[in-house]
């Protein structure tokens, strides 16, 4: 809906961000988010980094859908709001997906992830804190949410919003506000040396 003007501009900064190295790690996602999205909407982009990356990100795939996040053994919360998000908006975004294999290939990880993920929530959806940039919170259950829209999750819609719905409970019932109402930098209250 923005002007042909504004479309220019928005392009222009994506394209600016695209000449710095990104982290390897989840953010070779971003690259492949932003081009996916230049492509779509018919602006100079870069295919050649869309596979790059794509391929990067793949190299990260252990097992039983888990994927590091990076160089290293380091697997934690970023499968659910990070690893198993963007491929999915990737395969929704790209208007004329070079290897579509790998559509089918990221929502069969995807699945099996989500499989055993659920079990990491407790009937108040309490979950352990584990990882780095555990102050994200409630995008945990980021991943169930884009399974039921992408149509692969192996729980029910049900049962995912129920999770969603709980996270959202668990976190609010938790001191986990500042005074003047922003969300507190900690898990269930203040606590700043969980900052990365």
């Excluded at 992830?113 to 990882?131: D, I, M, N, Q, R």
């Amino acid at each position: 809906q923005l002007s042909k003007n504004e479309q220019n501009q928005v392009g222009n900064w994506l394209r600016h961000i695209l000449q710095f190295p990104f982290q390897d790690k989840n953010w070779v996602l971003f690259n492949v988010i932003i081009n996916s999205f230049l492509k779509a909407v018919g602006q100079k982009y870069h295919q050649d980094q869309i596979d790059f990356y794509l391929e990067r990100y793949d190299s990260f795939y252990e097992a039983e859908g888990w994927y590091r996040d990076g160089i290293g053994p380091q697997y934690d919360y970023y499968d659910s709001w990070a690893l198993h998000i963007y491929p999915h908006l990737w395969s929704h975004m790209d208007p004329d997906i070079r290897r579509p294999e790998l559509v089918q290939i990221f929502e069969e990880r995807s699945r099996l992830f989500l499989e055993k993920y659920v079990y990491f929530f407790s009937s108040t959806a309490s979950h352990p804190a584990f990882g780095r940039s555990i102050l994200y919170r409630c995008a945990v259950t980021a991943a169930p949410i884009i399974g039921i829209w992408k149509n692969f999750s192996p729980l029910s819609a049900g049962l995912t919003r129920r999770l969603s719905s709980q996270s959202l409970k668990y976190f609010a019932d938790q001191d986990i506000f500042d005074t003047d109402g922003s969300l507190s930098l900690g898990w269930t209250s203040k606590f700043l040396p969980m900052i990365e």
